[in-house]
């Protein structure tokens, strides 16, 4: 399992792991939570790490960059690809987790115990090239519809940071920014707190009264999130139904297991609007992920009559604080003593195949299906595939102004629900106890 300082907000295992990379996904930033435990400062909102943590008032963010999912389009000048950052080799993986922890006091030894993933993989997370990559393809889909705007490229917590690419921008003349975050669903780390460091940033930068940052809206529900996870969950479940056909098991039938990013249960719990936990009975962050998984069952025919589960990964963190559950490793062994006799692992909470995709599916999952005696297939992430990259810029193209002030083109929303204006200060993040939910 691992520690989540990227794209996510993690659970606890009985050793170290590694920095979540969701930033890409709602819980990548805090590899802080898994190590909060050494410090004595104040967490971070969303990465308390014990009940007495839990209970001090997290402080409402500073203020916002500007923007909203209700902004009017604009003409904005250039496109920032915002996300986690992660280290490129052995050298950068210590002050990579000093980046991820700042503030908190944690010392060196540790950080090393944190590191022990990055270690064993070069030092090195997959995350940055796979935005190399990202951020290639979407200029290219751009530049074929003749948008003509710029994309540029920052990270959270390694190079290039927000500061540099910031200064970058306003050097080469622009002014107003559309921020584009690798991440997909709602939630503090990979919503809430991607526009406090915008703000930030502004602030730092000294760029406040001469630039600006809309940042886009999330895009779980959208055809281009969905999509690429049709194709990977039909092409799952025949990979299962072969390998149990080639083990004399062609009358078992494979289960679909969905898994994300797993969160401290406080945090998702503060989560609102209301209206989302009154439809699922469960709280947002749960809902959003669970709206995808029965879309995806109901879309896809080959999933016609199969089981299907939401588990959680990468816990981190306190033992004593509670997070969402059931962790994959343990639900793998609940399902092989029902008599499943293989699975189809859906990574829905990553948009890309970083580190802990890797590691905590790839590595610990996989080895505990294998133990089991379990059939296991891993989906594949949208990572760079066309649909995702087209549908992305069908997303930014709901801000970028056109003939008339109309907007140049529009995403397509195909998972039921009103998903809109969860993100915000008082509903993706987490927040005072005295600040009621919407």
């Known amino acids: ?7 996510t907000e993690s659970a606890e295992n009985t050793g170290p792991a590694h920095p979540t990379e969701t ?19 104040t967490p971070t909102p969303g990465t308390e790490t014990s009940p007495e943590a839990a209970e001090v008032p997290a402080p409402l963010p500073v203020d916002y960059a500007e923007g909203s999912t209700k902004d009017e389009p604009g003409n ?29 006091g944690i010392p060196d030894e540790r950080l090393e115990e944190v590191a ?3 270690r064993a993989n070069g030092g090195i997370s997959p995350i940055n090239e796979q935005n190399r990559d990202l951020k290639a393809a979407l200029e290219a889909e751009v530049a074929a519809r003749q948008l003509d705007i710029p994309m540029y490229w920052g990270n959270r917590n390694w190079n290039p940071f927000f500061t540099e690419t910031f200064r970058e921008m306003h050097a080469a003349g ?8 690798t991440s997909a669903y709602n939630g503090y780390s990979s919503c809430g707190q991607y526009r406090e460091d915008f703000s930030l940033t502004l602030d730092e930068t000294g760029l406040r009264e001469e630039m600006s940052v809309v940042k886009v809206r999330q895009f779980f529900m959208d055809k281009a999130f969905i999509d690429p996870f049709k194709d990977a969950l039909a092409a799952g479940i025949a990979d299962v139904r072969a390998q149990l056909e080639q083990a004399g098991k062609a009358e078992a039938q494979p289960k679909i297991v969905f898994v994300t990013h797993s969160i401290p249960s406080r945090n998702a719990e503060a989560m609102g609007p209301d209206r989302v936990i009154e439809e699922y009975g469960t709280d947002v962050y749960s809902a959003e992920h669970l709206a995808v998984a029965r879309h995806l069952m109901a879309s896809v025919p080959e999933a016609e009559g199969l089981e299907h589960s939401l588990t959680f990964q990468s816990r981190s963190g306190s033992p004593k604080t509670p997070w969402l559950e059931p962790d994959i490793n343990d639900a793998l062994t609940e399902d092989a003593e029902a008599g499943v006799a293989g699975v189809v692992v859906m990574p829905i909470g990553f948009v890309s195949d970083h580190m802990e995709v890797l590691w905590d599916l790839d590595t610990e999952a996989k080895d505990t299906a ?6 296991y297939h891993r989906a594949a992430t949208p990572g760079i595939q066309e649909k995702f990259v087209s549908g992305l810029v069908d997303v930014l193209s709901e801000y970028l102004q056109g003939v008339n002030g109309e907007p140049v083109g529009f995403g397509e929303q195909v998972v039921p629900g009103k998903w809109s204006g969860i993100c915000g200060p008082c509903n993706c993040t987490r927040f005072r106890k005295d600040v009621q939910r919407s």
């Open 1 to 7: 399992m691992t520690i989540t300082p990227d794209n």
């Open 23 to 41: 930033s890409d996904h709602p819980t990548e930033e805090q590899a802080a939570s898994a190590v909060a435990d050494s410090s004595q400062t």
């Open 76 to 104: 904005y000048d250039a496109i920032l690809l915002a996300s986690f950052g992660g280290p490129e080799g052995q050298d950068d993986v210590l002050p990579f987790l000093r980046n991820v922890t700042r503030g908190r």
């Open 116 to 118: 022990t993933h990055y």
């Open 174 to 181: 622009h002014r107003r920014i559309l921020a584009l975050v």
């Open 370 to 375: 294998a133990e089991l005696g379990l059939a």
